[in-house]
């Protein structure tokens, strides 16, 4: 785990609920964006998970379709959450020879998976607001339960940097290209597919890390925080993502 002797004095409530300015009308104009991008398909009924019947709208011609309104409210909710903790900044307290040093740090999200037509484009977002992203394909598992280890490798393999070989470098800036300022546990993980980012969802629940994901009608919603559910696999909803993660991150 990051380092164990770290201790948040500030804590975010997941129940707690945020208000956003003029709620309805951004709702209202999210609906007519999530239409456009077509977010209510979902995947066949016979592939579909009970847990979800709360977002469900109905059936057609054997396929799920998603209540768009729900998607809408949670999605609201989600940005909301990500918006107030990217902003929020916490006390924390290390110790080393004995001694107790108070810090003051920006809260840090870290964001698993891209649509694959903003991926340059959100990695850069990213990087300029200081938080963390990984591509769920190259996930190593144990990133986040034993993270003091992956300080440790990372330390000595950019210590070392000009001695590895290129093939070394490709592989390692592959998976650790947007992690190589996290140390410490992230205080928010966001997971754009969830059926790809289970192991990731499994880590950050067992570290208590609140967790926002994208579902879909085949998803288990449960022990997910804040749960999405909506098909985000189409260019449109890709790029509806990036201007909705552009706005509300700080």
Known sequence: MFFNNCITKRK????????IPTLKIFQSKLILELI???????LPLSTWNSKVKYGIEGIR?????IDIRKTAEDLTLALGVASKISRQKKVIVRKRRKKKLLSLKKSEILFVGFPETEQKN????Y?????????EEFWINGLLTNGSSFVTYRNNFLKNYSKQSETDKEIFFQHFEGILNLNRKPDL????NHSKGIEIFKEA???RIPVISFLNTSDDPTLVDYPVLGNFNSKDAGSL?????RRFLK
């Not at 011609?61 to 379709?65: K, R, Y």
């Not at 990087?127 to 591509?135: F, I, L, R, T």
Request: glycine share 2%; charged share 20%.
């Open 12 to 19: 975010f409530s997941s129940k707690q609920k945020l208000k």
């Open 36 to 42: 456009k991008a077509k977010l209510y398909l979902g």
């Open 61 to 65: 011609n054997n396929f799920c379709v």
């Open 122 to 125: 959100l990695k850069l977002l």
């Open 127 to 135: 990087k300029a607001k200081k938080h963390h992203y990984v591509n």
């Open 189 to 192: 993980v966001f997971i754009y």
């Open 205 to 207: 629940n067992s570290l």
């Open 241 to 245: 993502y990036y201007k909705l993660i």
